[in-house]
Structure formats: C-alpha cells, structure tokens
C-alpha cells in the first residue's frame, strides 16, 4: 500500500491568486470532444455504469487528459502526436487480442480546473479504463487524486514533480523525476566547461514542477562545490524578465539555470542573450521541445536540456515508433511524444496480460480499472524509453538518461536537439 503523503501547501494555488493564468485557460474548463472519440463509438453510448468495460462497441477506451489549448499545448501537442501514434501501432498488431484499444481524448487546458474537468469526463461519461495524463504536475496534484478516489489508474505523462505516485495507489508516471533527470544536465555543463564556478538559478513560483525541479538543481549546484550566486524567481504567464534577467547578469554567473515552461522560459532565455549573458545555460524539463524555437531563435543555441528519451535508442519498439514519428513529422520524435506513447503502451501491454487470465471484455468496469492498476504495477515493458517498470508505489524505474544541447541555424528558423555522447 501507498502512503498518502501531505500535499506541500505551496501547491495550493487558486485561480484568484493567478488571474492571468486562468482567464487564459477558461476557454478550457468545457472538455472538447475528443477528434478521434466519435458519439457513435463512445463507451457512453453502449455501456451502462457497471457494465462491461468493451460494452458492446467492441473497443476498449483509454483516457488521454493533456494540454491541447493554452500556453501548455506548447508541450501537449507533442503528447497527443506520440498517444497517436501508439494508437495505431498498437491495433496495428491487433490490439486487445483482437480487441482495438480507442483513444479518448479529453483537453486539460493548462490549469488545475480544466484537467480535473477532463479527469471527470474521462472518468463518468467517457467511462475509459485508464488515464494517460495530465501535462503539468501543478494538475496532477488537484486531478490525480479524483481518479484515485474513482480507483482509475493514471499514467503520469510528463509529471516529474517529486510526490507524484505518493498522491495515491492509483497513481503512477512513466515519467522520470526531477531528481534523476536533471542533475545529468550541471554535470554536462561541467564537462563542457570545466572552468564554471558561479551559478544564477531561474524558477517560475506558480509551477509545481519548476520549484521541485529548482530544489533539484540548487542541490545539485551546492553539492558539486558551485556558488549559487542568485535565485530569481518568475511567472509561468511572464513576458518579460528584464529586472530579473539584469539581476542574474548583475552577479556574474557562469551559467544560468532555467526551470519554468516552454513560452516563459523560450522569452527568459531570448531575454538574458537580449542583454548580453554569454554564458552557459541549462534549460529545465518544461524547455524540453522545439515549440521553444520560434521564441528564442538563433538565442536558443546552445542551450543544454537533460532528456528520458533518445531517438536513437537501439531497441525494435524505438525503430517503429521513430520511424513512425518521423515519417509523420520529418523530424525526430521528442521526448514527450517517447512518453505519452509509452503510457499507452503500459496500458495495453497490462491489459493482454489480464485477458490471458480472465477475458477483459467479460469484467465490470469497476474491476477491470483495479485489476489493470494492479497488474500495470508488476509489468517489465520494452518501450522507446528502454526497458522500465515500476516500484509498488508506482514510480517508474528507468535506466538511461541523456543530455542534448540546442541546434540552432544562424538565421534562428531550425533547429534541433544535438545529443551529448
Ligand atoms: C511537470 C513537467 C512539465 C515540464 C511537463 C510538461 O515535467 O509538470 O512535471
């Protein structure tokens, strides 16, 4: 069993003390319809509470509760592209033993109150056996605990705050923690430059995320024997960082540490170069896609990001699931897309593995969403990620940690992710 642990009181924060945030987000608060869940094969429609998970649609339906709108899409469209495709592949090879898995979609927005709206339809009307979602940890500590009460199993896609599988038994993430991830990053920036000695750290105070993810880091500065010359802290919704970038750049850093999200840290970083740091900089998880490259341009070069996914990671799954990727995007797949894709894939992988004991099509919904956490919790999977599992208390055990470095061409239009050897 799970220990519940206490919810850190910094998390709470509403609407009223975030105005900004929210009213950009509102729109969200109705859960669109997802565009591959169509009325005539949602499981509302064939299946009664309590009944057959299948139902008569013959489909098996997985929740998929990320951030389509809002300044968190930036990250969430990438969720969506690589659920996709893990869709397909998987029906491709016969889904469910024969039975195809349906994806339903439900936008999370990129507050706490739309993805508590999109658990709940996932959850009651869309009747899904389990959720891959949502996008930020800041929503999965207000909506994980809702479907934890429902006793539906959530796949974190991309919550890497620490206390994630501690919100509840049905709670687990494919996506590695802060802890492990992020500290790669100060060592590569070491290496890359042996001379650093002074740090200038940047976290964004309404995130979760960015203030675990920001302990990890000054931790990390401290105990490599760096000087954490100063903290600046920021909004997720900022457009502008002058005092705090001229505040950084006052103390001489050596290298600046960002933890924010994509659009707030893509303008922090374009910002710091703006004003003349010419200095080493790490960007956090929340920088860790392209959708930066249009905001900070040829200023994006050169930034160190820590990644949980390679594209050229060497296993059968990872061939497909990039060579899928790419033929679709012409580029190669992110590490967000890698692990909504593997959330889908701990799915299906753990529901064959309850079909072979008991038919799923044959199990009350209730039953079926218990069995699958249990059994998801004991599985060893193959995915683009490597090879992982889970802990009883639902983190994820993951092996191989990557660093990559930004690409820029000169006149700022591409880029890509260069990872380190
Ligand atoms: C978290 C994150 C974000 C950067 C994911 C999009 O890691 O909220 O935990």
Redesign the pocket.
């Known amino acids: 069993m799970k220990k519940p642990t206490a919810r850190p009181t910094t998390l709470f924060i509403t609407c009223a003390s975030l105005l900004l945030a929210c009213s950009q987000t509102d729109k969200t608060n109705t859960p669109q319809t997802s565009t591959t869940a169509s009325p005539a094969t949602s499981p509302s429609a064939s299946a009664s509470p309590g009944g057959s998970a299948a139902g008569s649609s013959n489909n098996i339906y997985i929740g998929i509760g990320v951030a389509q709108t809002s300044n968190v899409a930036l990250?969430g469209q990438e969720q969506v592209a690589g659920a996709k495709i893990a869709e397909k592949y998987f029906n491709d090879k016969g889904g469910v033993d024969g039975t195809p898995i349906k994806l339903v979609f439900q936008d999370t927005g990129g507050d706490e109150q739309g993805a508590i709206n999109a658990f709940n339809t996932l959850i009651n009307q869309d009747r899904v056996v389990g959720i891959v979602g949502p996008?930020?940890?800041?929503q999965a500590f207000s909506a994980d605990p809702i479907a934890d009460r429902a006793k539906v199993p959530v796949l974190g896609p991309?919550?890497?705050?620490k206390g994630i599988p501690q919100i509840g038994d049905y709670v687990a993430r494919v996506?590695a923690p802060v802890a492990v991830v992020a500290p790669n990053a100060v060592k590569a920036a070491l290496k890359q430059n042996p001379n650093i000695k002074k740090v200038a750290v940047f976290f964004a105070q309404n995130d979760a995320?960015s203030k675990s993810e920001t302990e990890t880091f000054q931790t990390t500065v401290k105990d490599m024997g760096l000087e954490l010359a100063t903290v600046q802290k920021f909004l997720t919704t900022d457009t502008d960082f002058q005092s705090q970038a001229t505040n950084a750049i006052n103390v001489k850093p050596d290298l600046i540490i960002i933890s924010g999200?994509a659009a707030d840290g893509g303008n922090l970083i374009k910002q710091l170069r703006e004003l003349g740091y010419k200095g080493v900089m790490i960007g956090g998880?929340?920088l860790n896609t392209s959708n930066i490259f249009p905001v900070c341009k040829a200023l994006c070069d050169g930034v160190l990001i820590a990644q949980a996914y390679s594209p050229e990671y060497s296993n059968l799954i990872n061939k497909d699931f990039r060579d899928a990727y790419r033929a679709q995007f012409k580029k190669e797949p992110p590490q967000?897309s890698a692990q909504a894709f593997t959330g889908v894939q701990v799915f299906v992988e753990s529901l064959k593995a309850i079909n072979s004991q008991s038919k799923v099509s044959q199990q009350p919904l209730p039953q079926l969403r218990t069995n699958l956490n249990q059994q998801l919790l004991l599985g060893k999977y193959d995915t683009p990620l490597g090879q992982i599992s889970f802990t009883a208390e639902g983190e994820i055990n993951q092996k191989d940690f990557y660093v990559a470095t930004i690409k820029m061409e000169a006149d700022g239009t591409n880029g890509k992710f260069e990872f380190l050897k």
């Not at 996008?135 to 800041?138: D, E, F, G, T």
């Not at 991309?158 to 705050?161: E, K, L, P, R």
Request: overall charge neutral.
């Open positions: 990250l996008s930020l940890s800041q991309s919550n890497t705050a996506s995320f999200l998880n929340g967000f």
